[in-house]
Every structure is written in C-alpha cells, then in structure tokens.
T-cell receptor, first 112, second 114 residues
C-alpha cells in the first residue's frame, strides 16, 4: 500500500524554466512533508519541508505547496538549472513519530 | 555537519550467505533507519531504531533483522541472502522525533546477491 505517490517517474525541463514535481498521499495522519534530492552514487539530501499548518514554504529557488484537502503537494523550482538534474523524493511523516515514508521518486532532467 | 558512514560501497554475496551491513553516525542522533532503493519502488523502510536495543519494523522487514548495541551504530542483517535482496541499501539518522526533523543519509551500499 503506497501511502506516498509520485506519479511521474521522469520530467524534462529546459534550463531557466519552471520545474513542477508532484506528490500525492493517502494517510491523513501525515502532518509533515519533506523533499529530498538524490544524485547518482550519493545518499539523498534534504531540500525543503512544510508542515500541515502551512500551505506554502519557500527557500530560494525552491517552493513547496501543500493542498491538504486534496492530499497533494508540489515542489516548484524556478529557474531550473542543469545542476538540479537529480531524482527527487517526496516524504511524509506524522509529528512525534520517527517513521518517514517516501514516494517512488521523480527523475528530473534540466536541459541546457 | 552530520556524517553517516556505511562500511561498504559495493558488496557481492552468494545466495544463502549471512550478510552484515554496517552504519555509523557521528552526531549522537536518537534515530537510525535502514531503507532500500529499487527502480520504480522508491525508498522503502526496512527497520528503524529509536534507542539502543530498541527497534521497530518498517514496511518490508521480511528477511532482515537489525542490531543496535551502541547509539552510533546500526547494523542490518540478511540472515540468508536471496537474489531478491539485490538492491541499494541506504542508512539514515535523525536527531529526534520532532515533526520537521530531517534525515541524514549515508552514501549507500549496492548489494548484489548471486
């Protein structure tokens, strides 16, 4: 039972344009959501997070939007850069509990 | 910065062998995790530990066990390796159970079971 889903396995975007990565979840107990980026031969690294009391969080070129009623979140990267090419994982957790559930990942390719 | 070190980058084992994957973190984190990454399946949680000698099953614990005898070290054990356990194994740690607490990952161990 996949509680966190990323329905697009891959995405290609031109350099300078916006990248939008989507994530859906089914467990209404999740109240923290995180995005991780993974380069080949490296472990994932934390990118940005959002709690369920917010609907938007920004950090530089990265913005995460949360729509609780739709159980949907998205990561926007503006402008996209070739160095952003990586696999992006959406993750979710329940506050006060250690377990983190990850999605299947979206491979982003930013074309120069 | 937090460092999570996995003992091997690549491992090749035979079916039926007992396999140990070791992970060490240097920041006194409470929690440690083992995930496996497979194409199309993302990161799936095998086991995690929230204290020394304390562990909890993740989503796919079958065929695996874990050991946490010291706070900084978390071992994943494949009692009898099988070909379907060929995968990238990722260890992670986090400081606490706080909601926005992020995970720090090691570089991974690519295990091939022949």
């Amino acid at each position: 039972d996949q509680q966190v889903k990323q329905n697009s396995p891959s995405l290609s975007v031109q350099e300078g344009r916006i990248s939008i990565l989507n994530c859906d979840y089914t467990n209404s107990m999740f109240d923290y959501f995180l995005w991780y980026k993974k380069y080949p031969a490296e472990g994932p690294t934390f990118l940005i997070s959002i709690s369920s009391i917010k609907d938007k969080n920004e950090d530089g070129r990265f913005t995460v939007f949360l729509n609780k009623s739709a159980k949907h979140l998205s990561l926007h990267i503006v402008p996209s850069q070739p160095g952003d090419s990586a696999v992006y994982f959406c993750a979710a957790k329940t506050g006060g509990y250690q377990k983190v559930t990850f999605g299947t990942g979206t491979k982003l390719q930013v074309i120069p | 910065d937090v460092k999570v070190t996995q003992s091997s980058r690549y491992l090749v084992k035979r079916t039926g062998e007992k396999v140990f994957l070791e992970c060490v973190q240097d920041m006194d984190h409470e929690n440690m995790f083992w995930y496996r990454q497979d194409p199309g399946l993302g990161l799936r949680l095998i086991y995690f530990s929230y204290d020394v000698k304390m562990k909890e099953k993740g989503d796919i614990p079958e065929g695996y066990s874990v050991s946490r005898e010291k706070k900084e070290r978390f071992s994943l054990i494949l009692e009898s390796a099988s070909t379907n356990q060929t995968s990238m194994y990722l260890c992670a740690s986090s400081l606490s159970r706080a909601g926005n607490e992020k995970l720090f990952f090691g570089s991974g161990t690519q295990l091939s079971v022949l």
